[in-house]
């Protein structure tokens, strides 16, 4: 066993196989001490899980964090993915996008991914910090389920998969059947997001956001539009007004047939006016201490808009 630190934060670490077990050997405070396993491949992480579902998943930890400072969150153990490899990186398939699920926000940014994925990356750029960015995932944004989570919209938007895996097997899900609601997905116990696929763009996409301030801020309202010029098709998928990134069936069949696809243009400027409030309309929003309701309802139809503006004057 191999003493590491000094102070308040002094640990024992030891090592099991693959995996570092690393436990607290002083006094915690108000905290209990709680043993955190650093696994370091796919298969130690998942049996870690396996052998006790109850332990709290650390992947970026973003969002654990404000938990466990706002004591919302008592972890009985901790789960760290920060050593899989497995779980790092992205390629191309095909006509597929494969991001693993510890890709970060900032790896979001790599203009070479950037141009296969351009919504993906213009959320990836509204988030938090330099250091949140540094640090959050792809696939932490999607186990925490929040309605204002960044990349939700693209990736609804987008029709992602999401592929996940236990120590008993592995299952693709579309994204819009793991994500059931606020902090709910349909993970079984002892699961983990491993990677996310998503088509490589085919056309212009979108992604605007409103917030009480320019840079560091959760999404008062957000929109993801994606255009397939090849399947003549658009989606869109609105955050932070409902408790899913929300789309519209009906306005997307409406809008599609109101553009000129060959020249590549809307047929009339109303066409974008009748989108944003056809997609507002679906919006389900809540009045909470960032917004009323009604003024996220007048958001995305703004937001809306101005995607289809900007997706349509694209070169």
């Known amino acids: 066993m191999a003493r590491t630190g000094s102070g308040p934060d002094e640990?024992?670490?030891?090592?099991?196989?693959?995996?570092?077990?690393?436990?607290?050997?002083?006094?915690?405070?108000?905290?209990?001490?709680?043993?955190?396993?650093?696994?370091g491949t796919l298969d130690d992480a998942l049996a870690a899980l396996a052998d006790d579902p109850s332990r709290t998943v650390l992947a970026g930890g973003t969002d654990l964090m404000v938990d466990l400072n706002y004591g919302?969150?008592?972890?009985?153990?901790?789960?760290?993915?920060?050593?899989?490899?497995?779980?790092?990186?992205?390629?191309?398939?095909?006509?597929?996008?494969?991001?693993?699920?510890a890709t970060t926000y900032t790896e979001l940014l790599d203009p070479a991914l950037a141009r296969v994925v351009p919504a993906l990356a213009a959320a990836s750029r509204t988030v938090g910090s330099p250091q949140i960015r540094n640090t959050g995932t792809i696939g932490g944004?999607?186990?925490?389920?929040?309605?204002?989570?960044?990349?939700?919209?693209?990736?609804?938007?987008?029709?992602?998969?999401?592929?996940?895996?236990?120590?008993?097997?592995?299952?693709?899900?579309?994204?819009a059947k793991l994500v059931l609601g606020p902090k709910r997905t349909s993970l079984a116990p002892g699961e983990l997001v491993t990677a996310v696929r998503l088509p490589v763009a085919a056309g212009p996409q979108e992604f605007l956001k409103v917030g009480v301030r320019n840079a560091m801020v959760i999404a008062i309202a957000s929109c993801a539009l994606v255009v397939d010029?090849?399947?003549?098709?658009?989606?869109?998928?609105?955050?932070?007004?409902?408790?899913?990134?929300?789309r519209d069936a009906a306005a997307e069949a409406w809008v599609t047939t109101r553009i000129d696809w060959d020249g590549r243009r809307l047929s009339h400027q109303s066409v974008s006016d009748g989108f944003g409030?056809?997609?507002?309309?679906?919006?389900?929003?809540?009045?909470?201490?960032?917004?009323?309701?009604g003024y996220r309802r007048h958001a995305v139809e703004v937001l809306v808009r101005r995607a289809m503006e900007r997706a349509w004057s694209a070169p």
């Open 11 to 39: 640990r024992d670490a030891s090592r099991s196989g693959n995996t570092e077990v690393v436990n607290p050997v002083r006094d915690c405070g108000t905290l209990d001490a709680v043993t955190t396993l650093v696994p």
């Open 72 to 101: 919302r969150l008592r972890p009985a153990g901790v789960v760290s993915l920060r050593r899989v490899p497995e779980l790092r990186g992205w390629h191309v398939e095909g006509d597929e996008v494969v991001l693993g699920a």
């Open 141 to 175: 944004n999607l186990g925490t389920a929040s309605p204002a989570g960044d990349t939700l919209p693209v990736l609804f938007a987008v029709d992602a998969h999401v592929e996940l895996a236990s120590a008993s097997g592995r299952r693709t899900l579309p994204v």
């Open 229 to 246: 010029l090849e399947r003549r098709t658009i989606g869109c998928a609105l955050g932070s007004v409902g408790p899913v990134p929300v």
């Open 277 to 293: 409030r056809r997609m507002a309309a679906a919006s389900t929003p809540i009045d909470d201490h960032r917004s009323p309701a």
